[in-house]
């Protein structure tokens, strides 16, 4: 299989980007993928959260510079199947750097390609910062696919036309391949109506590209990144657990749906090839009786 690419995406902060970051990317690795988890944001969140120090080691920033080869900067991630490209403060800059370059929008396909044709990762997972900036337009720029987390709050909509919007100006100007994989609704509280409703209302204008796994609102999954850990090393056992071991099984099986699709796009038709024929009285069979 071809390494895919998976960005997390969300212009609106704190909507649980980097906490489905480490914990999909750990049920997935959980389940024998080969993982590669890169850190896009400055935040440095999902590299602390993995148990990484911030700091210890480079960011992507070089890469994106042109100055190291992108293979370089992979880390270890003390869990099986999960390497780590980590991110620190100094990519705060990076933005400013890369901006004076004609390619600024393709530095990281530029960084990212020796890995993805190497076919080492069945996924390369990025966490990307919370705004519409040259990070995320990079990120849009290598990945086939997005997920976006959506809080299940009031407003969790809000901003979402202008992300939709980029994506297909990006799949439009040279990414085909891009597509918003799915809609992850987050920190559903099952003892409110509103996030009942705001799941309905996310339903209404995104139907089936919403993901049937709902992330309820653990305080286990906000415990796990100060112990450096994934949920299903830090609780095995607890429902923030059990809904990333079920998102990582529905977004594999999504997958298999995905590469049928496409392969039935693919296939020749008849009618893509004879054009139809005209009805007419000579064309008519005789109809015996
Ligand atoms: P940013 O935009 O700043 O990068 P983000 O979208 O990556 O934020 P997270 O950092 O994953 O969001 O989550 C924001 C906060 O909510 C964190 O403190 C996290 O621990 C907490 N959180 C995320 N998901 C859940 C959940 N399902 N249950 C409880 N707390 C959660
Ligand atoms: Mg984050």
């Known amino acids: 299989m071809d390494t895919k690419v998976v960005a997390l995406a969300n212009q609106k902060g704190g909507v649980g980007k980097t906490t489905t970051a480490i914990n999909f990317s750990a049920c997935l690795a959980e389940k024998r993928k080969k993982i590669l988890l890169v850190d896009l944001d400055p935040q440095a969140n999902a590299t602390s959260g993995i148990g990484l120090e911030k700091g210890a080691s480079s960011s992507i920033f070089p890469a994106l510079l ?18 780590i490209i980590p991110s620190e403060l100094d990519l705060a800059g990076a933005e400013i750097a890369i901006a004076r370059r004609d390619d600024y929008l393709h530095r990281l396909r530029e960084a990212m390609e020796p890995i993805v044709d190497s076919g080492i990762y069945d996924f390369i997972v990025l966490d990307c910062p919370p705004s519409l900036g040259i990070l995320f337009m990079n990120a849009l720029n290598i ?5 976006i987390p959506l809080q299940c709050e009031y407003l969790a909509l809000e901003g979402l036309g202008v992300m939709v919007d980029i994506v297909n100006q990006i799949r439009d100007a040279g990414n085909p391949r891009l597509h918003i994989s799915g809609i992850l609704m987050t920190m559903y509280n099952v003892s409110t109506n509103l996030s009942q409703q705001v799941v309905q209302e996310v339903v209404k204008h995104f139907g089936d590209r919403v993901f049937e796994t709902l992330i309820p609102r653990n305080v286990r999954l906000s415990e796990a990144p100060s112990y450096g850990k994934p949920i299903i090393t830090y609780d095995p056992y607890c429902v923030g657990s059990a809904a990333y071991r079920n998102l990582a099984k529905e977004f594999l099986k999504r997958q298999k749906q995905h590469e049928a699709e496409v392969a039935d796009e693919e296939l020749p038709t ?20």
């Not at 990945?143 to 997920?147: G, L, P, Q, R, W």
């Not at 008849?270 to 009786?289: A, F, Q, Y």
């Open 66 to 83: 042109g100055e190291v080869d992108g293979v370089s900067l992979i880390q270890k991630t003390g869990i099986k199947n999960l390497d």
């Open 143 to 147: 990945a086939d696919e997005v997920i």
């Open 270 to 289: 008849l009618s893509s090839v004879v054009p139809p024929v005209e009805s007419s009285e000579e064309n008519d069979l005789p109809v015996s009786g």
